[in-house]
């Protein structure tokens, strides 16, 4: 199904982006999303972006919106998450743009939390706050010191860089999202899972341009059951993962030294 141009202009667009994510989609989550939005009062749309996923994702999600109104799925060649919500971005058509994990570990409906926030602030971010349900030792050890981290050089006033559920108004994203590392440095070839802090970058940006952030507290539980976007065990991803994260994130500080942001 694609979205028709013709069709009533929707006030919120929902992007989920996808890969690998079969065992979730098993699980009903795509049925999850649209109980919830066709019970609202308001005009939406959701853009599945399919990342490139090697198992049966795509097949699943094809076969879910062909008889879902207001669902839409787009296949990319696998670029990671950033390369699949900017697909989403340029089909969106909503006055309003929501990022969210197709695993649901922040359910749709915490979306009621943002909305009310939306009209006074173009950025309103989802914050799991500290205690994270479902995250090994591992990644709660982690996660507490990246925060630390990053806090030292950036966004010191955000808990929650990373959940993966965020409103913002579209013309932010029409004006910001293309501005980031991840495509100035496009070009290298990705092969398979990789977590990105494209997130940070993306809110600093929004700081830098004046609008204003909103944090809210939502709802969070590991809900993932993936057993396909990574390898090698989840101590040698989750290591693999840190590293290059602390890497953007020094990537950005040292973009904000040598003034790619001033003109903003």
Known sequence: MTTDANAAVPWLSVIIPCYNEQKNLEHG???????????????????????????????LVKSFVADEPGFAVQAIPHGTKPAAIAEGIRRARGELVLFADMDQSTPIQELDKLLPWSSEFPVVIGSRGAEREG???LRQAGSTVFRMLRATFLLRDVRDT??????????????????????????????????????????????????????????????DLSDTKGQNGEAHRYLRESVDMVKQVLRVTLNQLRGYYDDL
């Open 135 to 137: 995250f090994t030792a």
């Open 29 to 59: 989550v795509l049925a999850e999303v649209s109980t919830y939005l066709a019970s609202r009062p308001y005009l939406w749309e959701v853009i599945v972006v399919d990342d490139g996923s090697t198992d049966d994702s795509l097949a």
């Open 162 to 223: 990373q959940c993966g559920f965020k409103l913002f108004r579209r013309e932010v994203l029409a004006r910001l999202f293309g501005r980031l590392q991840f495509f100035r440095a496009a070009g290298a070839q990705v092969k398979g899972w990789k977590v990105t802090a494209y997130d940070v970058e993306l809110l600093h940006l929004c700081r830098r341009a004046g609008y204003g952030i909103k944090e809210v507290t939502v709802a969070w539980r590991n809900r």
